[in-house]
């Protein structure tokens, strides 16, 4: 069964200095979601892409936080520079597009600033 | 505002007996309603989603919710638990005209005892 794969599955790193996920879709899933999901809360969505295209990322704190999909199919999300705020769950999720397609979720990459 | 409460935070109970998770939205018009599924370490597994119809929905792993749009609820049920049911639950709700973006509920632990 195809899976959304994600990387690192943890990762460790001082407040300060960047870092970068990475997410590889289902194939031909055009819609991928970036999600953080802080300890003891539900996921919260930072950034959607349909296909190449941005179509929501009111909730990424664009200061801080850019994301990317250049071909449409594997995304990268990067934090620079990390604060100990942003220690979480970082989950990447795609569907065929649309509220009425179910999200597939990927393992997560925990994240942990110190 | 548009949110979603999981007023249990924590729900212990024993193998065998019943379960109910409760779920309470607050939207303009009916959401798209969902429910997820999430073990230690791992991502989210969607259990059932409600789009319109039927107001009893069937899911996998033997779980059902029901929708009561008087009540603004989606509670899901289990009539007798297995230990492999322990793990962290959220109800989760989209917009019909959106394009898939997920709003969760901040979840309810569930304690399988012996």
């Known amino acids: 069964e195809a899976e959304v794969a994600q990387s690192p599955r943890y990762k460790i790193t001082e407040k300060s200095q960047a870092v970068a996920f990475w997410c590889d879709p289902i194939?031909?899933?055009?819609?991928l979601y970036w999600y953080r999901q802080i300890l003891g809360q539900g996921p919260e969505l930072l950034v959607q892409f349909q296909d190449e295209s941005v179509v929501d990322d009111s909730q990424l704190p664009k200061d801080r936080f850019s994301a990317e999909r250049l071909k449409g199919v594997d995304s990268t999300l990067k934090i620079q520079p990390a604060e100990l705020g942003d220690s979480a769950m970082y989950l990447c999720?795609?569907?065929?597009?649309?509220?009425?397609?179910?999200?597939?979720f990927g393992p997560g990459t925990r994240l942990t600033v110190t | 505002a548009q949110s979603v409460t999981q007023p249990d935070i924590h729900i212990t109970v024993s193998e065998g007996a019943s379960l109910e998770l409760r779920c309470n939205y607050s939207y303009g018009a009916t959401p798209y309603l969902f429910w997820y599924v999430q073990s230690p370490g791992q991502g989210l597994q969607l259990l059932l989603k409600y789009f319109s119809g039927d107001t009893l929905v069937q899911g996998i792993k033997g779980f059902e919710a029901e929708f009561k749009r008087s009540q603004s609820s989606f509670n899901l049920r289990k009539p007798s638990v297995h230990w492999s049911d322990a793990a962290e639950y959220f109800c989760?709700?989209?917009?019909?005209?959106?394009?898939?973006?997920?709003?969760f509920g901040a979840g309810t632990q569930v304690v399988v005892t012996p």
């Open positions: 194939s031909g899933h055009a819609t």
């Open positions: 999720a795609s569907s065929l597009g649309g509220s009425f397609y179910e999200q597939y």
């Open positions: 989760a709700v989209a917009g019909t005209d959106s394009w898939g973006k997920l709003q």
